[in-house]
Each structure stands twice: as structure tokens, then as C-alpha cells.
């Protein structure tokens, strides 16, 4: 147990469908992170938020939309995903966003994600 | 080309026997973490290693980070069915506007009885 759950653990979508992943920390870190995970790539990270501020954004694609309502959630919107999309999506959390820093990211268990 | 080079990409072991996993990066690191994954799930963090020459145990894994600090080791010593997993390192890499925590394609191990 890291502190940092998310939910669903498993998500099947169609490819017309909208869902949101929820990632929730009460570990009173000030940084969210949601990496994305595929087969034999490393992990790609996607955002970060910073004090429910986004300050990362590496060129995802519009179809995937973040929200940090407050700094123990984070949520990741989905919309129109193509099958290339299916992937393990992580959610991750540190003290702050601030790079190098002392301390490893906590990372929650995963939503294993399959579009079809 | 990745930024962090891990090594092997797989490996199968016998119980009870020892390995090694690298880490390679052509940059400084400044900050390098081991963290291991069990199939789907999420990272469990092992060790972090800052300074050059350092080296960390824990239980039977050791992780060094070397004096240049562009590559690390993790050293599993008498390996147990309870290890087998995919091991990642990370680090922080300075990418001329930021760091990032960045991570490498992963280890898989497998430890056969």
C-alpha cells in the first residue's frame, strides 16, 4: 500500500465511449502525476500537476483531458480512445513537482485500460 | 534512442542464484530510483541513490550508483521466487529546460524453482 489509489483497476471502453480514471493521495503531497504504461515502452509521462495547477503537459493527445479539483485528486477524462490508447495508466505523487528532489514518487496500483 | 539504457531486458534465473540489472544513461543523473512492478500492477519503490559511489542495501538487494553518475546497478543476492517482477529505474534527467523523472524499458525476472 503506497497511499495513492486509483480506480477503476480494470476499464474496457468503446471507442465512442467517455470515462474518467480517478486517482486519489492523502498523503498531502503537493505534485500528481498520470504516466502512461505499454507494452515494451518505457513509461511515458503524461502530466503533472502542481498545487492543483497543471505544469506539464507532453503533447498528449487532446482526447485524454486532466483534472486536479484539489490537491489529493486527479482525475483523467477519456473521449473518442483509439485501440493504440490500451495501455496501463499509473497515477503517481510526490512532496513537490520540483526536480531533482529527495524523495521517490509514490505510485498507485494502476487502471489497465482496453479500448475496443 | 532511450534516455535510460536497462539491461538485460530479461532474464531467468534459478533460485537461489545471484544477478545483476543495469542502468545506463548518457547524461548526469541526479536523482536515481529502483522501483519494481509485479505484472499490471502499479511500482513499488526499492532505493534511491543520489551520490556518486553510493550504494544502498535492502534485504538482499544492493543498488549502486556510479562515481560518474551515468549508470547504476542492482545486485540481487540468493534470489527467491518473492523477487520475480519487473524492475525499473528512474531518474531525473536534466532535459535543458527541466529535470524529469524519467524511467528505462524495465527488467523482467523470472526465478525458476
Known amino acids: 500500500e503506497t497511499g495513492v489509489t486509483q480506480t477503476p483497476r480494470h476499464l474496457v471502453m468503446g471507442m465512442t465511449n467517455k470515462k474518467s480514471l480517478k486517482c486519489e493521495q492523502h498523503l498531502g503531497h503537493n505534485a500528481m502525476y498520470w504516466y502512461k504504461q505499454s507494452a515494451k515502452k518505457p513509461l511515458e509521462l503524461m502530466f503533472v500537476?502542481?498545487?492543483?495547477?497543471?505544469?506539464e503537459n507532453n503533447s498528449v493527445p487532446s482526447r485524454f483531458s486532466p483534472e486536479c479539483p484539489n490537491s489529493s485528486h486527479l482525475f483523467l477524462h477519456l473521449h473518442t480512445l483509439q485501440p493504440e490508447d490500451s495501455a496501463l495508466y499509473l497515477c503517481?505523487?510526490?512532496?513537490?513537482?520540483?526536480?531533482?528532489?529527495?524523495?521517490?514518487?509514490?505510485f498507485g496500483q494502476g487502471t489497465r485500460l482496453t479500448v475496443v | 534512442s532511450q534516455e535510460l539504457e536497462q539491461s538485460p531486458q530479461s532474464l531467468i534465473v534459478q533460485e537461489g542464484k545471484n544477478l545483476t540489472i543495469n542502468c545506463t544513461s548518457s547524461k548526469t543523473l541526479y536523482g536515481l530510483y529502483w522501483y519494481k512492478q509485479k505484472y499490471g500492477e502499479g511500482l513499488i519503490f526499492l532505493m534511491m541513490?543520489?551520490?556518486?559511489?553510493e550504494e544502498k542495501s535492502h534485504e538482499k538487494i544492493t543498488a549502486k550508483l556510479d562515481e560518474k553518475k551515468q549508470q547504476s546497478s542492482l545486485h540481487i543476492t540468493a534470489s527467491q521466487p518473492s523477487h520475480a517482477g519487473i524492475y525499473l529505474c528512474?531518474?531525473?534527467?536534466?532535459?535543458?529546460?527541466?529535470?524529469?523523472?524519467?524511467f528505462g524499458t524495465g527488467t523482467r525476472l523470472q526465478v525458476t524453482l
Open positions: 528512474g531518474a531525473d534527467i536534466y532535459t535543458g529546460t527541466a529535470s524529469k523523472l524519467t
Open positions: 500537476y502542481s498545487l492543483e495547477e497543471r505544469v
Open positions: 541513490l543520489q551520490k556518486g559511489g
Open positions: 503517481a505523487s510526490s512532496p513537490t513537482p520540483d526536480r531533482p528532489m529527495n524523495t521517490e514518487a509514490f
